[in-house]
């Protein structure tokens, strides 16, 4: 009786227990753990002697080389967006080698790794593809960052045979530095940038929330699909087709423009900004496609009536301006409906708001025959 009595109490009265500590899943499953440390004796490669694509105009001075945007943006755009123009999404050093490693040595803008909807992978990795035999791309591995400066090994054990691959850069962090290790004697050539690249401007979205690895945001994904540069100049929570941001749009050698800013505005914002933002791109580059896309839904604004009605509002007000613009005569302009962005099922999305994996998968698959269209494939 006494022995049923304690353990009673002991069920009861579970706070007086004393703390477990947390298991190491490192240690219970080394899948799960951060990456190796980078072998010794190393060749390093620095990507800034070759270049990055998703770095525009790499001509201008920068406050720090890895910026997206030139350094007299500061003052010229919003703080919010200059401060996030920092971050390095979208970016992409591209390189053969026959290593049968590949090690990656690079040090965070910010200590904060990942965020409570975001993976550190996405937030802060290197995700590294390569080139198969039949020239498709492929995924290889991405870095595990524990720590604000990451110097380690991204795999080993690859097939023998040299090949293209593409490392894409933090999507929510930027980087001070980045290099590329391989074993002394292997080959290895950087790849400077392609030119002509497809430039999206866009929001939180674009900018790569909540994808898992820095090459799943569709921008990346697109990007591999058509075999093409791309530039990502997302800008979470700042996406409102400013002037500012249009004046570094149109000194661009664009392929195609997609402006995607409609999370970030309301109805009102879109009719006043939309069209002089066409006709600024418009009076710069007469012939260079241009995208519009509608706002993609909360995946449960079938059960919120207040944000299915912004959602509505926003399409209506973008199709307007679409429509005043072909009336106008404005040429190359091209269209996406928002409401299937994500899918019909409400799994595409982290948060409602953002992207998951799934969801930016969906949406490159609705984004890639506009844009075959648009760049006339």
């Given at each position: ?11 009861a ?9 947390a ?106 593809y ?33 090949r ?11 980087v ?17 940038p ?9 929001t ?16 990346g994904?697109?990007g ?9 100049l ?10 500012a ?60 009536p ?72």
């Amino acid at each position: 009786m006494k022995h049923r009595l304690f353990l009673s109490l002991l069920l009861a009265a579970p706070a007086f227990l004393p703390a477990q500590k947390a298991p190491d899943v490192s240690k219970l499953d080394p899948a799960m753990g951060v990456n190796q440390k980078a072998a010794d004796d190393l060749e390093w490669h620095d990507v800034t002697t070759w270049g990055l694509e998703g770095r525009i105009l790499p001509d201008q001075p920068r406050k720090s080389w890895f910026d997206r945007l030139p350094a007299d943006a500061e003052g010229r755009v919003t703080s919010n967006v200059w401060n996030l123009s920092r971050d390095s999404a979208g970016m992409v050093a591209r390189f053969t080698t026959d290593a049968t490693a590949i090690h990656v040595h690079y040090k965070l803008n910010k200590p904060n790794l990942g965020m409570p909807h975001m993976p550190a992978t996405g937030v802060s990795g290197v995700d590294l593809y390569a080139r198969d035999k039949d020239g498709q791309w492929k995924w290889v591995q991405v870095t595990k960052p524990a720590a604000q400066e990451v110097k380690a090994e991204i795999i080993k054990g690859l097939a023998p045979g040299e090949r293209e691959y593409a490392a894409y850069l933090p999507l929510y962090n930027g980087v001070q530095f980045l290099k590329i290790g391989v074993a002394k004697g292997a080959k290895f050539k950087g790849l400077p940038p392609r030119e002509k690249p497809i430039v999206f401007y866009g929001t939180s979205i674009t900018h790569g929330a909540c994808a898992s690895r820095p090459g799943m945001v569709h921008t990346g994904i697109l990007g591999r699909r058509l075999d093409r540069p791309v530039v990502n100049l997302g800008f979470s929570g700042n996406g409102k087709m400013d002037e500012a941001v249009g004046h570094y749009l149109t000194q661009l050698d664009a392929a195609c423009y997609v402006i995607d800013c409609l999370p970030n505005m309301n109805a009102a914002l879109v009719t006043e900004r939309c069209i002089p933002l066409v006709h600024q791109l418009r009076a710069a580059k007469p012939g260079t496609p241009i995208v519009l896309v509608e706002d993609r839904r909360f995946t449960n604004d079938w059960i919120t009536p207040e944000k299915q009605r912004f959602h509505t509002e926003n399409h209506a007000a973008l199709r307007a301006a679409y429509d005043t613009l072909v009336k106008e005569g404005v040429k190359n302009l091209h269209y996406i409906p928002g409401d299937h962005l994500y899918g019909d099922d409400t799994e595409g999305a982290t948060d409602a708001s953002h992207a998951s994996d799934l969801g930016f998968m969906r949406q490159a698959e609705i984004f890639e025959p506009v844009l075959r269209k648009a760049l006339g494939e």
